[in-house]
Structure formats: structure tokens, C-alpha cells
């Protein structure tokens, strides 16, 4: 590719504009949080992690979803862009979910008078959260770097089948998580809700191009590593 | 008050995570980025020598 090539300046300019537009839209969503959206009325002020909360879960069913891709796409494949997008997609996943365990509790003590109850959506999000963990963990200790996308690739697609589970683990199984979003019936949320609830889902939507293309460029430079150590015949290029 | 201490903590909990994986990510990528032109300077030279590329070890 030329070096003015205008993809690729857009490529280079693109984290840039992205981290500019998240610290825009950043302080926009907490004024309406805090300042727009009326307060719940039998849980009060902290059904506001709520608008944090629920795009955390999105941006992990997301990556999780984009994560398949990528672990479909290198398995069929065997290219490395393929397992790129599938360990950025993990991270991010890890993150995010992590996010959504830790927000779930500070909103269940309150809400519930425990911090953690071992209900299905909760204890599939969990299991989500293992299955993340592991394929990271399985990338960091693999022997070779094609034995780390292969194993992380099979991880990323059964997490990916916990997904749909989660989803539905309320209606299956008549736990105590609130389901805000049921097919075919209207969202019982309030306008000013509902405004504030979209705004934070494109504050997250951006943070996760963000954060994705990031670790996609991060993923590319170590990767550049590994070519350079092999061609000057260092045996550190085994490890992933 | 006290669903304001929760409100406080979870909202920190968030923002805390996401800047600390940005933060990362962007330090990694600066000292990849540094170690990719050291081993690129390096092959260089050593071509330029006449040796093979890794001939004197890594960088």
C-alpha cells in the first residue's frame, strides 16, 4: 500500500478520531445519567448503573459474536488476521464482562440484599466469563502460536454458544434478573430512559471500535515482532 | 445515601477498567512499536554488513 494511501491514513487517523468522539460523547452520557433521567421508582438512584450495565453486556455479547468470527474465519482459514481479530475480540470480551460481574452485585446488594445469587442468567454470564479467561489464558501458555489460535478459536466459539443462553436464561428458567427487553413488547422504560439508555449505547459502541482497534494494531505489531525474531532465527518466536 | 455509595463505586468500577485497558494498550503499543524499529535498525545494519539477519543475537 502507498504511503498516501488514503485507507491507510484513514487506518492511522481512526483511533484518534474515535478516542476524541468517545471523550465527547463520555461526559454527555453521565450528565444525562445523573442529571436527565428521572429516578426509578420503587429502586431509586442505583438503577442508574443500570445505563452503564446494560451497554457493558452488549459490548460483551458483542465481542463475543465478533470473536466467533474471527475464531470461524481462522479455523477455515488458517490466516493470521483471522486470529487477530479473534484474541482482541477475547480481551475485549474478558473486559467487558468482567465489567457487567462487577457492576451486577453493586446493583444486586441494594436491589436484593445480596451481592451474588447463583440465578441462571448470573451463572451463565459466569460461565461466559470463564470460558474468556481460560481462552486468554490457554493463548498465553500454549506451546506454539498456531496451537494458541487453535485452542483459543475452539474456546471463542463455544463462549460463543453460552451467548444465546444467557439471553434467554430468564425466560428458561424464571430467574430473579429484571428482562428490560422481551421480544415483540414495548421497552418499560420512560423517554428520558430510554434517550439517556441510547446515548450510553453509542458511548460503549464507541469505546469497543476503540478498544478493538487498538488491540487489532497492538496484535498486528506483535505479530511484526515475531516475523522479525524468526528472521534473525531467535527461538523466543515459538511462544505466542 | 447509601444507593448513592453503590452508585458511586459501580460507576468507578467501569471507568477505572476501561482507562486502565486503554492506558495498556496504548503503552504496549508504543514499546512494540519501539522495539519493532530496534530490531528493523538491526537487521538493517547487519545486511548492510554482510551477515545474516540475527547473526550478532537479538536486540
Known sequence: MAAGDPVRRIARALPGCLLAATALAMPGALGLVFLYAPDEKVMGAVQRIFYFHVPAA????????????????????????????????????????????????????????????????????????????????????????????????????????DVPIIYKAVDWWRGQHPQIFRPGSPAPLAPEMKHTLLVCLLVFALFYVLLLVLRIRLAALEDRVAALLERAGDPEVTAP | MKSYAFLFWGYNVIWLGIVAYLTFLLVRIRQVSRRIARLESACSAESAAGRPAGASGRS
Open chain 1, 58 to 161: 452488549m459490548a460483551t455479547f458483542a465481542s463475543v459474536y465478533v470473536l466467533l468470527a474471527g475464531a470461524a474465519g481462522y479455523l477455515w482459514t488458517r490466516e493470521e488476521r483471522w486470529d487477530r481479530l479473534a484474541r482482541a475480540s477475547t480481551e475485549l470480551g474478558l473486559l467487558f464482562c468482567t465489567l457487567v460481574l462487577v457492576t451486577g452485585p453493586i446493583w444486586a446488594k441494594p436491589a436484593w440484599g445480596v451481592w451474588w445469587t447463583w440465578e441462571a442468567k448470573l451463572t451463565t454470564t459466569l460461565i461466559l466469563w470463564l470460558l474468556l479467561a481460560a481462552s486468554v489464558l490457554v493463548r498465553s501458555y500454549a506451546d506454539s502460536r498456531e496451537l494458541a489460535a487453535r485452542l483459543g478459536a475452539v474456546l471463542g466459539i463455544v463462549a460463543a454458544l
